[in-house]
């Protein structure tokens, strides 16, 4: 009776601590966290959805190769899912994990999804710190507003000098380290190490540092975008650790901002610009893809959009983004885009899109896009966005309270 | 003058009404009274009259009144601001608050007295002040686009009336009310009566004031938030014509009327609470219950000595029904939103719903600590932790005399 007495009160104990632990985590943790004791409390619970499908026709290039019949399109839907809770000393500590489909030349082959984001982050008052996959620090300086994120981005964004040019993706995200201070949540000095995707293979190791750099940003007072004059603007540098023949190290300066050519709360119009200079490689010539991202070059993109905003929500907008580049030392290397942008709103983060892009490369590059020198594509379709949270308990940090008062990370 | 002697006379026919009412039912609160704070000689003098009537709601001055030179007026400045509000340690939520304070400062003036109050924001929000159960002139009620244009940043109303009736009475914005009532726009205002009788029943020395609320601390600071987002928008429109004329009307969901606003939802316009635009509703998740803006353990105790009475009054200011419960005694019901009961009523827990205010008498008569505390307990916790929220203590000072080791600890959840 002893015996059993003191089994059962060993059974008793070993089955309380299984049932203090949630039953999935308890079957499915794929690793013990490093205190296992304590697992922690139910987060705030973020899901963020996109869908974006339309119908394209014309001469899309997609993985460097020309695709001419209509096509049915679906690539930067992307699904978020992030938990955030705050910490004893005030902090808050978040992660996200995201994927999003890649572009039709992609998705159902080889690479059906893509991780953009997969990330642990630590935020207090003045500082923020995240590890993990997340948005290229030098790539979002400014957002343009084209139907897809991979729409003229050889205009709009920081190219990978590592990226092979089969998954556009590889430009917008990286492996990242990043240490961000800010002075009263509106002037942020971001100071980064990063490792730009490799799919080239001139790295020696796959995820090895190969970018490091610091940017400055300066944002308006949230809440007051449509009325401030000068929304943001920001300058970064960059260097990648690239080591090839003719590239030994490569220096990124990207310059930009938005301001509001007519501050209004129902028609408004604003214009965004960015400059983005690659220097540092002797490239004189393109052998492939990854050599159009490699060599030195001036990328010059600007927009303007009109945002009818009758009654407090939005009805419409439309856009104009165009964007220049050119090559130092290359000839017939030229190449500029336009995109034309609608969007109606039908409801609630519900838009009925349609763009018409067209972009003209000079012959040196577009040797690189099987020899077409001009891409022309009409979409039209729908896009859905939607995000909830689940056991709100944490307020973003960039509040007009947090920021004309004083700072509570609840 | 004539109001004066009107009022002279009421009383006085009043007082019989209360002296026969109480004759009849009440002589236990009166014999109780006794017991505690006088000697039965002293007792058996004691008028057991009483100056309250249950029959008439007529405002004993004319409400539309103004004062007459010569007459005396209380003058209060009350600036709104944003300020930063702790509940508990470890909580703290940005809010409201009347002159600094959670909630804001107890109002005390005597009956048929003038009180001025000049209200000024300095928050880009809009409010106004509503004076809950005073009886004042029209203009004077504070509410929004009702009874006044609501006070905008920078400005002051001046409000101003006659404190009546005597009685508990409290004052809350009437704005936005479910959002700034939870952010702290709420206070006490107390009309201190010529004649008290509730103290001539149970004489007291010592009194209290509990304001009874509670807050989702989540929902206020994104509320706070949006509306912050809203109103600096609208500060801006403010300061620009061009702004101020292609906004005018499609904003704030303000219209001229019924058919202006059937006009704009044909032209376009979205109501707010249609669930195209809301989706699914999130009614407020309270998560901390406080008595004057502070939970458990951080509320102020009563005290009381052994054969004295003391003055509770408790008000409603929040949305929710509280079940106020005081461990091993009964106590008096003796006023209810402002006004003295015929008969007063012996209880433990008394009710209190949202907007109203009850007066109790507790009377000191078993030496130790006590808890008294809303019943329903889901209202003693702190973010969902035992013990919290809407608790505190009934002290006897006295309490070593009768042998009584009062414990020096104070418990939170672990």
């Known amino acids: 009776m002893k015996h059993f007495t003191k089994n059962f009160a060993k059974t008793l104990l070993v089955l309380t601590g299984v049932f203090t632990r949630p039953l999935v985590a308890f079957a499915m943790q794929a690793q013990p966290v490093p205190i296992p004791e304590s697992m922690g409390t139910m987060p705030q619970v973020e899901i963020d959805g996109t869908g974006i499908a339309s119908v394209n026709y014309g001469n899309p290039i997609e993985n460097g190769k020309v695709r001419y019949a209509p096509g049915i399109d679906f690539s930067d839907s992307s699904l978020l899912i992030g938990g955030a809770q705050r910490l004893y000393n005030n902090g808050i500590g978040s992660l996200g994990f995201g994927v999003l489909s890649p572009d039709e030349g992609n998705a159902g082959t080889t690479n059906p999804l893509f991780v953009h984001q997969a990330f642990v982050d630590y935020q207090a008052e003045s500082a923020e710190f995240l590890i993990g996959r997340s948005d290229n620090r030098a790539s979002h300086l400014v957002d343009f507003p084209t139907l897809r994120e991979e729409d003229l981005i050889t205009f709009t964004n920081p190219l990978d000098p590592f990226s092979n040019g089969s998954v556009l993706e590889e430009h917008r995200y990286a492996n990242v380290a990043s240490f961000t201070l800010n002075q009263d949540l509106t002037y942020f000095e971001d100071f980064h190490a990063q490792h730009l995707i490799d799919s080239q293979g001139i790295g020696s190791t796959s995820t090895s540092l190969n970018s490091f750099g610091a940017h400055f940003e300066y944002l308006c007072a949230p809440g007051m975008e449509p009325l401030s004059r000068v929304v943001s603007y920001g300058i970064g540098y960059e260097y990648e650790t690239i080591s090839q023949p003719s590239t030994r190290g490569l220096n990124q300066v990207s310059a930009g901002g938005l301001i509001n050519l007519n501050q209004s709360l129902v028609d408004r119009v604003d214009f965004r610009a960015q400059d983005l200079v690659n220097f540092g490689s002797s490239l004189k010539s393109f052998q492939n893809l990854n050599d159009t991202y490699q060599a030195s070059y001036n990328a010059i993109a600007g927009s303007v959009r009109y945002l009818h905003n009758p009654f407090g929500q939005p009805g419409y907008q439309i856009s104009l983004t165009g964007g220049y580049r050119s090559f130092f030392g290359i000839d017939q290397a030229g190449s500029w885009g336009l995109a034309v942008t609608a969007a109606k709103r039908l409801g609630e983060g519900f838009d009925l899109v349609a763009q018409y892009a067209t972009q003209w490369r000079a012959a040196n590059l577009a040797a690189q896009y099987q020899g077409q020198t001009s891409e022309n594509v009409g979409q039209i379709g729908l896009v859905f966005n939607f995000s909830g949270t689940f056991n709100p308990h944490i307020s973003p940090r960039r509040t007009p309270l947090n920021t004309q008062h004083q700072y509570i990370p609840d | ?414």
């Open chain 2, 1 to 414: 003058m004539a109001d004066n002697e009107k009022r002279d006379k009421d009383e006085s026919h009043l007082s019989r009404r209360g002296f026969m009412s109480l004759a009849g039912t009440s002589g236990a609160a009166i014999g109780a009274s006794m017991l505690l704070s006088r000697s039965p000689t002293a007792l058996a003098a004691e008028p057991r009259a009483t100056t309250f009537d249950p029959g008439t709601t007529t405002p004993d001055y004319p409400p539309r009144q103004l004062p007459k030179p010569g007459e005396k007026i209380h003058e209060f400045d009350i600036d709104l601001a944003i300020s930063v509000h702790e509940i508990v340690p470890g909580v703290e939520m940005h809010a409201f608050t009347y002159n600094g304070t959670y909630p804001g400062p107890e109002f005390r003036v005597p009956e048929g007295d003038w009180v001025q109050v000049n209200f000024t924001n300095r928050t880009s929000e809009l409010h106004t002040i509503h004076w809950h159960g005073v009886q004042v002139p029209c203009e004077m009620d504070g509410v929004p686009l009702g009874t006044q244009w609501p006070v905008g940043l920078g400005q002051t109303f001046k409000y101003l009336f006659r404190a009546q009736p005597a009685g508990t009475h409290f004052y809350h914005c009437h704005n936005m009310t479910t959002l700034h009532v939870q952010a702290g726009m709420f206070g006490a205002f107390i009309i201190e009566p010529k004649v008290d009788p509730v103290k001539k029943l149970f004489p007291y020395e010592r009194e209290y004031t509990l304001l009874l609320s509670e807050v989702d601390t989540h929902l206020v600071q994104t509320q706070m938030n949006d509306m912050l987002k809203m109103m600096g928008q609208m500060t801006a429109m403010n300061q620009s014509a061009k702004l101020m004329k292609e906004m005018n009307g499609r904003m704030m969901g303000w219209f001229q009327d019924k058919n202006a606003f059937l006009n704009a939802v044909k032209s376009g316009y979205i109501p707010p609470y249609v669930s195209s635009r809301v989706g699914a509703a999130k009614p407020p998740s309270f998560n901390f219950f406080m008595i004057n803006g502070k939970s458990f353990p951080m509320t102020d105790a009563l005290s009381i000595r052994s054969g004295e009475n003391i003055r509770v009054r408790l008000v409603g200011a929040g949305a929710m029904p509280h079940y106020m419960h005081l461990h091993g005694h009964d106590f008096w019901h003796v006023c209810q939103d402002g006004s003295p009961l015929a008969n007063p009523v012996k209880m433990n827990t008394i009710p209190i719903f949202p907007g109203t205010t009850s007066d109790i008498i507790i009377q000191g008569t078993n030496p130790g600590m006590w808890h008294f505390h809303d019943h329903s307990d889901l209202s003693t916790t702190n973010n969902g932790q035992f013990p919290g929220g809407m608790m505190t203590m009934l002290m006897y000072e006295d309490a070593d005399k009768y042998g009584v080791k009062v414990p020096n600890v104070i418990q939170v959840s672990s």
